[in-house]
Protein backbone atom coordinates (compact mmCIF):
# COMPACT_ATOMS: atom_id res chain seq x y z
CA UNK A 1 0.00 0.00 0.00
CA UNK A 2 1.64 3.36 -1.07
CA UNK A 3 0.98 6.63 -0.05
CA UNK A 4 -1.32 7.64 -3.35
CA UNK A 5 -3.31 4.17 -1.89
CA UNK A 6 -4.03 5.51 1.52
CA UNK A 7 -7.76 5.88 2.13
CA UNK A 8 -9.57 7.26 4.78
CA UNK A 9 -13.06 5.73 5.67
CA UNK A 10 -16.05 7.51 7.45
CA UNK A 11 -16.31 7.44 11.18
CA UNK A 12 -19.72 4.56 10.82
CA UNK A 13 -18.40 2.81 8.09
CA UNK A 14 -16.50 -0.50 9.60
CA UNK A 15 -12.92 -1.26 8.58
CA UNK A 16 -12.24 -5.00 8.29
CA UNK A 17 -8.45 -4.01 7.66
CA UNK A 18 -6.97 -1.32 10.39
CA UNK A 19 -4.69 -0.71 6.89
CA UNK A 20 -7.40 0.98 5.31
CA UNK A 21 -7.66 3.73 7.94
CA UNK A 22 -4.48 4.80 7.67
CA UNK A 23 -3.37 8.27 6.08
CA UNK A 24 -0.03 8.37 5.47
CA UNK A 25 2.10 11.69 5.41
CA UNK A 26 5.62 10.84 4.66
CA UNK A 27 7.24 7.97 3.90
CA UNK A 28 11.02 7.05 3.07
CA UNK A 29 13.27 4.43 2.16
CA UNK A 30 15.90 3.84 4.35
CA UNK A 31 18.03 2.77 1.24
CA UNK A 32 17.99 6.56 0.12
CA UNK A 33 17.82 7.85 3.81
CA UNK A 34 21.70 6.09 3.56
CA UNK A 35 22.86 7.14 0.35
CA UNK A 36 21.98 10.68 1.26
CA UNK A 37 23.24 10.14 5.18
CA UNK A 38 26.37 8.18 3.45
CA UNK A 39 27.25 10.52 0.37
CA UNK A 40 26.69 14.04 1.87
CA UNK A 41 29.90 14.38 3.97
CA UNK A 42 31.84 11.86 1.20
CA UNK A 43 31.44 14.53 -1.40
CA UNK A 44 32.11 17.41 0.95
CA UNK A 45 34.79 16.35 2.08
CA UNK A 46 35.98 15.45 -1.19
CA UNK A 47 35.21 18.99 -2.16
CA UNK A 48 37.06 20.39 1.25
CA UNK A 49 40.03 18.46 -0.03
CA UNK A 50 40.23 19.88 -3.30
CA UNK A 51 39.20 23.28 -2.72
CA UNK A 52 41.86 23.49 0.32
CA UNK A 53 44.60 21.99 -1.83
CA UNK A 54 44.31 24.30 -4.32
CA UNK A 55 43.47 27.60 -3.12
CA UNK A 56 44.90 27.28 0.75
CA UNK A 57 47.72 25.00 -0.14
CA UNK A 58 50.03 26.42 2.57
CA UNK A 59 47.33 27.23 5.47
CA UNK A 60 46.86 23.52 5.13
CA UNK A 61 50.45 22.15 5.29
CA UNK A 62 51.38 24.10 8.01
CA UNK A 63 52.51 21.85 10.67
CA UNK A 64 54.40 22.09 14.34
CA UNK A 65 57.48 20.58 12.42
CA UNK A 66 57.20 22.24 9.40
CA UNK A 67 58.50 19.16 6.89
CA UNK A 68 57.72 18.69 3.61
CA UNK A 69 54.43 17.31 3.03
CA UNK A 70 51.43 16.34 0.95
CA UNK A 71 48.63 15.27 2.10
CA UNK A 72 46.74 18.10 4.66
CA UNK A 73 45.17 16.36 7.24
CA UNK A 74 41.04 15.82 7.51
CA UNK A 75 41.19 17.82 10.52
CA UNK A 76 43.72 20.41 8.34
CA UNK A 77 41.21 21.38 5.01
CA UNK A 78 38.44 21.42 7.54
CA UNK A 79 39.68 23.99 9.79
CA UNK A 80 39.95 26.74 7.12
CA UNK A 81 37.30 28.99 6.02
CA UNK A 82 34.81 28.35 3.85
CA UNK A 83 35.53 24.51 4.02
CA UNK A 84 34.72 24.79 7.98
CA UNK A 85 31.38 25.89 7.41
CA UNK A 86 30.69 23.38 4.52
CA UNK A 87 31.94 20.13 6.41
CA UNK A 88 29.53 21.63 9.30
CA UNK A 89 26.59 21.68 7.80
CA UNK A 90 27.22 18.74 6.18
CA UNK A 91 27.62 16.99 9.41
CA UNK A 92 24.61 18.44 10.69
CA UNK A 93 22.75 16.75 7.88
CA UNK A 94 24.62 13.41 8.56
CA UNK A 95 23.82 13.23 12.22
CA UNK A 96 20.07 13.27 11.54
CA UNK A 97 19.49 10.26 9.69
CA UNK A 98 22.56 8.36 11.76
CA UNK A 99 20.79 8.60 14.95
CA UNK A 100 17.50 7.16 13.05
CA UNK A 101 19.47 4.37 11.40
CA UNK A 102 20.82 3.86 15.15
CA UNK A 103 17.33 3.17 16.57
CA UNK A 104 16.48 1.77 13.41
CA UNK A 105 19.22 -1.62 14.35
CA UNK A 106 18.53 -1.35 17.81
CA UNK A 107 14.72 -1.90 16.92
CA UNK A 108 15.58 -4.40 14.45
CA UNK A 109 18.03 -6.54 16.92
CA UNK A 110 15.28 -6.61 19.45
CA UNK A 111 12.94 -8.56 16.91
CA UNK A 112 15.33 -11.22 15.68
CA UNK A 113 16.11 -12.26 19.48
CA UNK A 114 13.30 -14.24 19.84
CA UNK A 115 15.02 -16.66 17.22
CA UNK A 116 18.33 -16.48 18.87
CA UNK A 117 19.58 -19.15 21.54
CA UNK A 118 21.78 -17.02 23.68
CA UNK A 119 19.35 -14.21 24.24
CA UNK A 120 20.70 -12.47 27.55
CA UNK A 121 24.01 -12.08 25.65
CA UNK A 122 22.28 -10.43 22.53
CA UNK A 123 20.50 -8.04 24.98
CA UNK A 124 23.70 -7.03 26.08
CA UNK A 125 25.39 -7.03 22.47
CA UNK A 126 22.65 -4.72 21.25
CA UNK A 127 21.81 -2.70 23.90
CA UNK A 128 26.19 -2.12 23.92
CA UNK A 129 25.97 -2.06 20.08
CA UNK A 130 23.33 1.39 20.40
CA UNK A 131 24.99 3.26 22.85
CA UNK A 132 28.39 2.75 20.72
CA UNK A 133 26.68 3.84 17.52
CA UNK A 134 25.15 7.14 19.78
CA UNK A 135 28.60 8.17 21.14
CA UNK A 136 30.83 7.43 17.87
CA UNK A 137 27.88 10.17 16.30
CA UNK A 138 28.69 12.36 19.35
CA UNK A 139 32.00 12.35 19.16
CA UNK A 140 31.71 12.80 15.29
CA UNK A 141 29.70 16.27 16.17
CA UNK A 142 33.01 16.93 18.82
CA UNK A 143 35.48 17.23 16.10
CA UNK A 144 33.72 19.02 13.93
CA UNK A 145 32.45 22.14 16.06
CA UNK A 146 35.29 21.90 17.80
CA UNK A 147 38.43 22.42 15.28
CA UNK A 148 42.53 21.73 15.96
CA UNK A 149 42.69 25.66 15.46
CA UNK A 150 40.25 26.51 17.86
CA UNK A 151 41.31 24.27 20.97
CA UNK A 152 43.78 21.50 19.63
CA UNK A 153 43.92 19.42 23.00
CA UNK A 154 40.31 18.99 23.26
CA UNK A 155 39.79 18.05 19.76
CA UNK A 156 42.66 15.53 20.17
CA UNK A 157 40.86 13.96 22.70
CA UNK A 158 37.34 13.99 20.93
CA UNK A 159 38.99 12.68 18.13
CA UNK A 160 41.01 9.67 20.11
CA UNK A 161 37.43 8.87 21.42
CA UNK A 162 35.72 8.64 17.95
CA UNK A 163 38.69 6.48 17.08
CA UNK A 164 37.67 4.29 19.85
CA UNK A 165 34.11 4.32 19.71
CA UNK A 166 33.81 3.68 16.06
CA UNK A 167 36.25 0.73 15.96
CA UNK A 168 34.34 -0.61 19.35
CA UNK A 169 30.90 -0.18 17.57
CA UNK A 170 32.14 -2.07 14.27
CA UNK A 171 33.30 -5.58 16.15
CA UNK A 172 30.38 -5.08 18.58
CA UNK A 173 28.42 -4.76 15.77
CA UNK A 174 29.77 -7.43 14.00
CA UNK A 175 29.45 -9.77 16.87
CA UNK A 176 25.95 -8.66 16.88
CA UNK A 177 24.61 -9.28 13.64
CA UNK A 178 26.08 -12.96 13.71
CA UNK A 179 24.48 -13.65 17.03
CA UNK A 180 20.66 -12.64 16.21
CA UNK A 181 20.91 -13.94 12.56
CA UNK A 182 20.33 -18.23 13.65
CA UNK A 183 20.51 -18.15 9.67
CA UNK A 184 21.67 -15.74 7.03
CA UNK A 185 20.28 -14.74 3.70
CA UNK A 186 22.50 -14.10 0.70
CA UNK A 187 22.21 -10.87 1.27
CA UNK A 188 22.84 -10.35 4.75
CA UNK A 189 25.59 -12.83 4.30
CA UNK A 190 27.08 -10.67 1.73
CA UNK A 191 26.55 -7.73 4.52
CA UNK A 192 27.99 -9.44 7.48
CA UNK A 193 31.42 -10.44 4.97
CA UNK A 194 31.68 -6.05 4.07
CA UNK A 195 31.24 -5.42 7.25
CA UNK A 196 34.39 -7.65 8.71
CA UNK A 197 36.25 -6.55 5.40
CA UNK A 198 35.61 -2.92 6.46
CA UNK A 199 36.52 -3.57 9.93
CA UNK A 200 39.88 -5.34 8.50
CA UNK A 201 40.55 -2.17 7.04
CA UNK A 202 40.13 0.66 9.60
CA UNK A 203 42.12 -1.42 12.47
CA UNK A 204 44.87 -1.54 9.93
CA UNK A 205 44.50 2.16 8.66
CA UNK A 206 44.47 3.22 12.76
CA UNK A 207 47.41 1.57 13.57
CA UNK A 208 49.37 3.18 10.84
CA UNK A 209 47.67 6.26 11.98
CA UNK A 210 49.24 5.80 15.51
CA UNK A 211 52.59 4.74 14.00
CA UNK A 212 52.72 7.94 11.86
CA UNK A 213 51.67 10.19 14.17
CA UNK A 214 54.17 9.59 16.86
CA UNK A 215 56.95 9.64 14.40
CA UNK A 216 55.65 12.89 12.44
CA UNK A 217 54.56 14.74 16.61
CA UNK A 218 57.70 13.15 18.10
CA UNK A 219 60.79 12.58 15.15
CA UNK A 220 59.16 15.17 13.15
CA UNK A 221 59.77 12.64 10.13
CA UNK A 222 59.61 13.96 6.32
CA UNK A 223 56.27 12.26 4.68
CA UNK A 224 55.09 11.07 8.55
CA UNK A 225 52.10 13.31 8.02
CA UNK A 226 51.36 12.83 4.74
CA UNK A 227 50.88 8.87 5.36
CA UNK A 228 49.19 9.79 8.71
CA UNK A 229 46.64 11.76 6.79
CA UNK A 230 46.35 9.01 3.68
CA UNK A 231 45.41 6.63 6.66
CA UNK A 232 42.91 9.27 8.59
CA UNK A 233 41.14 9.19 4.38
CA UNK A 234 40.93 5.77 4.18
CA UNK A 235 40.03 5.54 7.60
CA UNK A 236 36.95 8.04 7.81
CA UNK A 237 35.98 6.14 3.52
CA UNK A 238 35.57 2.93 5.72
CA UNK A 239 33.75 3.89 8.06
CA UNK A 240 31.22 5.45 6.13
CA UNK A 241 31.32 2.71 4.01
CA UNK A 242 30.53 0.20 6.94
CA UNK A 243 27.84 2.44 8.03
CA UNK A 244 26.35 2.40 3.99
CA UNK A 245 25.65 -1.52 4.63
CA UNK A 246 22.30 -0.24 5.93
CA UNK A 247 21.47 -0.14 2.36
CA UNK A 248 22.21 -4.75 2.24
CA UNK A 249 20.81 -4.68 5.68
CA UNK A 250 17.08 -2.77 4.90
CA UNK A 251 17.39 -2.97 1.18
CA UNK A 252 13.22 -2.10 1.51
CA UNK A 253 12.36 -1.23 4.25
CA UNK A 254 10.89 2.76 4.86
CA UNK A 255 10.13 5.58 7.22
CA UNK A 256 6.76 6.23 7.98
CA UNK A 257 4.60 8.82 8.88
CA UNK A 258 0.83 8.43 9.25
CA UNK A 259 -1.96 8.84 10.96
CA UNK A 260 -4.08 5.75 12.50
CA UNK A 261 -0.87 3.39 12.47
CA UNK A 262 -1.53 0.42 14.21
CA UNK A 263 0.39 0.27 17.64
CA UNK A 264 3.20 -2.39 17.26
CA UNK A 265 3.10 -4.54 20.16
CA UNK A 266 5.99 -6.70 21.49
CA UNK A 267 6.23 -9.93 23.62
Known sequence: MTAKDAVVKSADEPADDPLENMLFFFNLSIRKLAFVGVSLPLITLLTCLATAYVFQYDDVHETHCRVYNVIPS??????????????????????????????VYYNYFINQVSKAADRSTCYILINLCYWLNLIEIAAICGVTYISNRENYPVHEKIFILFMLSSLLYMIVMIKTFNKVHKTMTDRQRLSYTIKKILFTVCITSTFTLIIYFIKHRFYCHDLAFTWFALSEYVLAV???????????????????VAKNFPTLKRD
Open 74 to 103: ISAITGVTPQTYMWRIAVAFHVGPRMVIAQ
Open 238 to 256: SNMAFHFTITLDFPHEQLI
